[in-house]
């Protein structure tokens, strides 16, 4: 059995802690893990085989290094060049697996669900596994906490070993209606969790939808292995169709049975689901980070950077980050995609980044900007390389903070030290490595007539980042 876990969302109803370029799978929202790593970690103790991850080309260096942090076993990390939604995403995974055996087993999981009960997922993992392998398609139904009308709903029909079969798939319902799908206590929630064998997703999806098994197919003719990860052909998949597993497979076989799990799952799709899961106080309140609170009732409100205070309020969420703060209704905080899709009419930086931006060689935090002047502060890790670069607008002045910097200026190589610095004109190729065995800390002062992250022309890259 091999996990594949999908990593592509956008996670955008947890802005502000969640970015276009670092969304939420990426995040410790319930604990010190990213979920990613929660994900990775609840399979612990289950027989598996190596996890298939399948994200997005921006992504990928900080899926290996999550994966690497937690000492996760990384079969292959898949990267889409677009998103085409989970039907085209599995069946990309199909094909890998089926490069390795005749019948694999997958258990296809989002990589930004929280599962709080993970015995109880695992022994549901073990039941599926029992039908998986006579060739059903396995979806987990969530036995239902409440009249939820977030989720879609899946009605079972009669047993079916230790599964039932699937009588119907429904959309989200309205309240009146999610209250009598509780009370039936023959309706499950739309966990999006599934396990099949690889062979017999794809002979579905061939028969149900023929076109995405066809576009994908192609895509995965053309791919190429770099390393860690798998490109797949870029215009065969942005071809591709875009449709969910349920619409495209689930809702059309005659193969679908649902497995009831009750384990403490949550989607996390809004901030009122950390409220939900969350450790509330004696008010009714989940803090997280430098809180204080006065006469404040049944509210989420998380601090990442500074101290937040709070009078007089109830069901409101409030978020601090590092450069944006956000104040909702609790009941009306699936309307934070407004606030992103303004961001992203704006054409603001918000919407994509934090103030602290990951590369794989590091992290910047860009601690000051104004008229022809910004100022980073940049973390190398030991061993990493910038790529070798130059830029047309902008010149940039480096200061050693702590460690040890090797760079190369122009004609130049030299190695600075605590509190030693270089100026670096415009047009004048240059790269940053750190040699040594500690991070290197930096500050950066650049200035010039535009200092925007696409004016750099790479020459050479370890990381195999196309030129700019």
Not at 316 to 338: F, G, P, T, W, Y
Request: hydrophobic share 40%; glycine share 8%; net charge negative.
């Amino acid at each position: 059995m091999y996990p594949v876990i999908m990593a592509g969302g956008s996670g955008s109803r947890l802005w502000p802690a969640s970015r276009g370029l670092y969304p939420k799978q990426f995040l410790p929202l319930a604990g010190d893990q990213t979920m990613l790593q929660e994900t990775l970690a609840r399979l612990e103790g289950v027989e598996t085989e190596g996890s298939l991850v399948i994200c997005n080309e921006e992504h990928r260096f900080i899926v290996a290094q999550q994966a690497q942090e937690c000492g996760a076993n990384l079969g292959s990390i898949i990267l889409e060049p677009v998103g085409r939604n989970t039907a085209p995403a599995i069946a990309l995974a199909a094909f890998e697996l089926l490069e390795k055996e005749s019948s694999p087993l997958m258990l296809v999981m989002a990589a930004d669900h929280l599962i709080r009960d993970v015995p109880a997922f695992q022994a549901a993992v073990a039941r599926a596994r029992v039908e998986a392998a006579a060739g059903k398609l396995v979806t987990f139904g969530i036995v239902p906490e409440s009249a939820h009308t977030g989720y879609g709903y899946i009605k079972r029909g009669a047993a079916s070993g230790e599964a039932y079969d699937v009588a119907q798939f429904v959309e989200k319902p309205d309240a009146e209606t999610a209250r009598s799908y509780l009370d039936d206590g023959g309706y499950y929630w739309n966990s999006g969790m599934f396990m099949f064998a690889a062979n017999v997703y794809l002979d579905e999806l061939k028969q149900h939808r023929p076109d995405i098994y066809a576009a994908c197919e192609q895509a995965w003719q053309q791919k190429q292995r770099d390393v860690d990860f798998l490109r797949v052909g870029k215009d065969a998949f942005m071809a591709c169709p875009d449709d969910s597993v349920d619409y495209a497979v689930m809702e059309k076989t005659d193969r679908a049975v649902v497995l009831p799990l009750s384990a403490g799952w949550s989607d996390v799709g809004a901030w009122s689901s950390l409220w939900e899961v969350g450790d509330a106080n004696e008010d009714g309140n989940v803090l997280f980070g430098d809180v204080l609170s006065h006469d404040t009732h049944n509210s989420y409100i998380r601090s990442e950077h500074r101290l937040v205070a709070t009078v007089g309020l109830k069901d409101v969420v409030v978020v601090e980050s590092n450069d944006a703060i956000l104040v909702a209704d609790k009941h009306r905080v699936q309307e934070v995609k407004k606030i992103v899709e303004q961001l992203k009419a704006s054409d603001r930086n918000e919407v994509l980044h934090h103030r602290h931006v990951h590369r794989p060689w590091g992290v910047y935090d860009s601690i000051d900007n104004g008229e022809r002047y910004q100022v980073k502060r940049i973390t190398v890790k030991p061993g990493a390389k910038l790529s070798v670069q130059m830029h047309h607008h902008r010149a940039e002045h480096w200061i050693v903070v702590s460690g040890t910097a090797k760079v190369t200026n122009g004609d130049k190589e030299i190695l600075l030290t605590e509190n030693q610095s270089t100026y670096i004109p415009v047009g004048v190729v240059h790269a940053l490595e750190n040699p040594g065995v500690i991070p290197l800390e930096l500050i950066e002062v650049q200035s010039g007539s535009y200092l925007g992250e696409d004016d750099i022309v790479r020459f050479e890259d370890r990381y195999g980042r196309a030129p700019k």
